[in-house]
């Protein structure tokens, strides 16, 4: 879901005739974007990466998380959000949704055990996570939360960004995205202590174009640099977005309550008022009735969609978690005491969940008109399913 045309040809073609593509020595235009990002999410650091993976590994480095660490992660997420934990040499751990279809509190809370040292929060579908619990079990056993706010750019949770709350967090521009430079990502953090490494991880290359001064912290990393011409198209991306989420917050809302007397269950919503309002989902009674929903309505199914469920997590279910068995932390001595017995069925109670959740995708283009389609195509697949 995103919004792309003559601004961003315009922002391109100034970068390119400028002939300045390097990002450093011009405090240009991804310097300007890091500066604006930070502001606009309310937090004190913000640094450029090449993809939203690039970006979690970032955080997660940046707070230490590494070999013998287990690390959360949600039932239903893109398998990025596990990747990065491994590519940062911690073990993935996954865990239950619930009917938000975003990671379970209570399931949190039951998953901790003496290696757990951090949690990544996944704001699925433009839909924040129950933050407030979530904070509060994090502060309770003293775990890092990385939220993962790839699909989430621009909502929030009771008036905060996505990705302004936790201790670190990560972003992804991809094609997918609601901001988007085909590629790209971030990395936001109000902690000053971990910006030395977060840089580190996204272009360990850096202090030769900055500030070459022999620091501690630096180590040797894969690069990440965002260039010129990503940093251009995301500055006019970012002058747009609240006004895309608007429209879609309240296309979700109207949806919603022209199909209140249905019978149909919306997904439990941790934050309406401010989401992104980029799908509306609804949990419909039997995996049977939703496929038969699906037909009608040509709707998705969330556990359906052949990517967003672990079930589909080849390389992790294979322990594959480098290219090299060295390199990989499932062999790595530091982590044998970790938990990584992975099976189809451990979560089974959010596969439950997520086989009868019919899901819309909204778009800003969309005219009123074609809601309202969309709110009658809904509402006969319900009478006929309910
Ligand atoms: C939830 C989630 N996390 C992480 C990522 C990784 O982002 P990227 O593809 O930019 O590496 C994605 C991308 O689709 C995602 O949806």
Not at 130 to 153: P, R, Y
Not at 351 to 377: C, K, Y
Request: glycine share 10%.
């Amino acid at each position: 879901m995103f919004r792309i045309g003559k601004e961003e040809i315009k922002a391109i073609e100034n970068v390119l005739l400028s002939g300045k593509v390097f990002r450093y020595g011009i405090g240009g235009e991804c310097a300007r974007f890091e500066e604006r990002y930070a502001e606009y999410l309310g937090v004190k650091h913000c640094l450029m990466t090449s993809s939203g993976t690039t970006a979690l590994t970032a955080a997660l480095v940046g707070q230490n998380i590494g070999p013998g660490a287990e690390v959360l992660v949600p039932a239903c997420t893109y398998i990025a959000t596990a990747i990065a934990v491994l590519a940062a040499g911690a073990i993935p751990v996954i865990v239950d949704v619930d009917e938000s279809i975003t990671i379970s509190p209570a399931a949190i809370e039951k998953a901790i055990g003496p290696r757990t040292k951090a949690v990544i929060p996944v704001h699925m579908w433009g839909m924040p996570c129950d933050m407030d619990a979530i904070m509060a079990i994090a502060q309770k056993h003293n775990l890092i939360v990385i939220e993962d706010a790839c699909q989430c750019v621009g909502g929030g949770y009771k008036g905060r960004k996505a990705g302004s709350i936790g201790h670190a967090s990560g972003f992804s521009f991809n094609y997918y995205k609601n901001m988007t430079a085909g590629e790209g990502g971030a990395v936001v953090t109000n902690d000053d202590a971990a910006v030395g490494r977060m840089g580190c991880m996204v272009d360990c290359c850096k202090f030769y174009w900055t500030d070459r001064q022999t620091d501690e912290s630096l180590f040797v990393s894969n690069g990440a640099r965002a260039s010129e011409i990503e940093g251009a198209i995301l500055n006019v991306q970012l002058d747009r977005i609240d006004g895309m989420l608007d429209i879609m917050r309240g296309y979700k809302k109207r949806i919603l309550a022209a199909l209140a007397d249905t019978g149909l269950q919306p997904v439990k919503a941790n934050s309406l008022d401010h989401e992104a309002g980029t799908h509306v989902m609804f949990v419909l009674p039997s995996e049977a009735q939703a496929t038969k929903f699906q037909q009608l309505a040509g709707s998705g199914i969330a556990g359906k969609t052949g990517r967003h469920v672990y079930t589909e997590w080849d390389p992790i279910f294979a322990h594959r978690g480098a290219p090299y068995d060295a390199l990989n932390p499932y062999l790595m001595e530091a982590n044998l005491g970790c938990r990584m017995d992975y099976r189809k069925d451990m979560c089974a109670a959010s596969l439950g969940i997520l086989n009868r959740t019919a899901m819309f995708g909204l778009h800003p283009d969309r005219t009123e008109s074609e809601i309202d389609q969309l709110v009658e195509r809904i509402r006969k697949a319900a009478a006929q399913v309910l």
